[in-house]
């Protein structure tokens, strides 16, 4: 039964809302695990197996690991077993998990808003050569996520991981997984308010804690004081997200409840201003909600956002001050949502004179070789540090304006260009088949063979259209907030066959005009013809477009034979 020491007794004002059948809802009395996923977890508290990984598992090796461990709890230490390669998209959904395994893991390393010192750059890169096949993704979460490791190398790593401030610690798993920062904190001249500290109150207090390592599922978190909003606060679980009252001055809003895969919800915003010092108290009442009355039953339904749908934002409101918080939030107007959503490439100002620089790897695809030359780079021109982003790109801090040209040829050499085309700087990609065990369709190479093709066909594009692509409906690359969001799945081609393709989705957006993409009826698209597909769209899109009108209002207007591709019409 889970202690329940750490949430204070239900108020007797508070009327907590029943679902019609028990949802496996501690504060409710339902503490008997449902599923295995909850037995596995009331087993054995995850965070217990680094001991077990420490001092047995990497001595022992793979084989001397408990499947319960390997398939469940080592995610709370950022490590996924790898999909075993040679295993088509066909036979993702139909084989068991053990029957997917390969005998190398994936581990994903929290940076969760922190400035990266050369030092910090240089060790992830090193870590990527010695013990990864030279790989180092840049995720959407602000990780680094490394393929190929194998257990015996995981102390070493995790050494000199700590060395340099930064660890893996409930990057996957039911957990508060890695928190996403504004990579501008602190330096960025129109930002409201910084919130590094939050952020770093939170890791501190509540990351390895068991009080906080049982959730229902994933917890995401995205801090920001930037008017751009820059960490996608629409689609985590929790979000502050920057607001200036006319008397207290800046602060947070507070949303919750956002989630995509296979039942898109945006957040909901509760409408409050916090000050900075009361981030951490507020996120734990909110994951408290989340830990005390999530769903556990079916895994489906364990994320927020249900819960959050189902009580509204009045009554989570008035369970959070009731019960986690002790008092009342200052009510306030939520801030306005700008258009879009800041990826920071390029050159920049920051207030203090100095430059940010934002570079772009291609679908977020990158070396441990290209971050040892970065953080060489990083130490011969003085730059303070570098952040990773909500959209796979790395952002440079404290650069002075004297070493720039230097430094931006320097970037173009090792492929990490801070003047991207319009299409590489627009493009993500999940991890795909290639790795990833529910993966249907590679994605990786293919958004990379895409934005080359598209380059070619729009040299000159003169407006930003996004296209994320994800090999399976979990929506990793958050598929459904794009401009073309290509969900993976098995098509049938022109000659009947069975072939890698993707469900379109057109037209997400965040910001100003959050939507989820217009999905059209049987329409699919093969991997093959994807180039061809996306280039008759963008080119009706170029020759229909009103004066101003951006790509995701031009689809929610146009013709549907425009849309699929059935008609072209003449390029301006």
Request: aromatic residues 8%; hydrophobic residues 35%; proline residues 5%.
């Amino acid at each position: 039964m889970p202690d329940l020491r750490f949430k204070p007794e239900p108020a007797k004002f508070t009327e907590i809302p029943r679902p019609r059948r028990a949802e496996g809802q501690w504060a409710l009395g339902y503490t008997e695990p449902l599923n295995k996923n909850e037995q596995s977890k009331k087993d054995d508290d995850p965070l217990n197996v680094r001991d077990r990984i420490l001092y047995t598992y990497s001595k022992r090796g793979f084989d001397s690991i408990d499947p319960a461990d390997l398939r469940g709890r080592f995610r709370w230490m950022g490590l996924y077993t790898q999909r075993r390669p040679g295993i088509d998209g066909g036979r993702t959904g139909s084989m068991e998990e053990e029957e997917l395994d390969d005998r190398y893991f994936m581990l994903r390393v929290r940076s969760d808003g922190k400035l990266l010192s050369p030092a910090a750059v240089r060790a992830l890169g090193e870590i990527g050569v010695d013990f990864a096949r030279d790989t180092a993704d840049v995720t959407d979460r602000q990780n680094i996520q490394y393929h190929w490791i194998e257990i015996e190398n995981v102390p070493e790593i995790w050494e000199r991981l700590d060395a340099v401030g930064l660890h893996s610690t409930e990057a996957c798993g039911d957990s508060p997984r890695p928190f996403l920062g504004s990579p501008v904190a602190g330096v960025a001249k129109d930002e409201i308010i910084d919130g590094t500290p939050a952020l770093q109150e939170i890791e501190r207090r509540f990351i390895g804690n068991k009080d906080f390592s049982n959730f229902p599922r994933k917890f995401k978190t995205a801090v920001t004081g930037h008017p751009s909003h820059d960490v996608s606060p629409e689609t985590n679980d929790v979000s502050f997200v920057g607001t200036v009252h006319p008397e207290h001055g800046p602060g947070f809003d507070v949303w919750v409840g956002g989630g995509l895969s296979t039942n898109p919800m945006l957040a909901q915003k509760l409408g409050v201003w916090i000050p900075l010092d009361e981030v951490p108290d507020v996120w734990a009442g909110v994951a408290g909600i989340f830990r005390d009355y999530g769903y556990r039953r079916l895994r489906s339904r364990a994320r927020l956002k249900f819960l959050v749908a189902d009580w509204g934002t009045d009554k989570f409101r008035e369970v959070l001050e009731n019960e986690y918080l002790g008092k009342k939030l200052e009510t306030l107007a939520s801030p306005e949502s700008p258009v879009g959503h800041r990826d920071h490439v390029g050159v920049h100002e920051q207030k203090d004179g100095k430059l940010y620089v934002g570079v772009a790897p291609s679908a977020g695809r990158i070396s441990g070789t290209a971050l040892v030359r970065l953080a060489a780079l990083m130490d011969e021109h003085g730059v303070a540090g570098a952040r990773l982003t909500a959209y796979q790109k790395i952002v440079l801090i404290g650069v002075e304006p004297a070493v720039l040209d230097a430094l931006l040829d320097g970037l173009d050499e090792i492929g990490l260009t801070a003047r991207p085309s319009a299409w590489r700087r627009n493009t993500m990609a999940c991890t795909g088949i290639e790795f990833c065990k529910l993966a249907i369709v590679d994605t990786k190479e293919r958004a990379r063979n895409l934005v080359t093709e598209l380059e070619k066909r729009f040299p000159d594009l003169d407006t930003p259209i996004t296209v994320n692509v994800n090999g399976c409906p979990n929506a990793c690359a958050r598929t459904q907030v794009a401009d073309f969001g290509l969900k993976g799945q098995l098509v049938v081609d022109e000659n009947g066959d069975q072939v890698e393709g993707f469900q379109v989705h057109l037209g997400g957006a965040t910001g100003l005009r959050s939507n989820f993409g217009r999905k059209l009826r049987a329409h699919k698209v093969t991997s093959k013809g994807l180039d061809d597909y996306i280039s008759t769209v963008v080119t009706n899109y170029l020759a229909d477009r009103t004066e101003g009108e951006a790509f995701d209002a031009w689809v929610h207007r146009a013709d549907e034979a425009l849309l699929r591709g059935e008609k072209a019409l003449e390029s301006v």
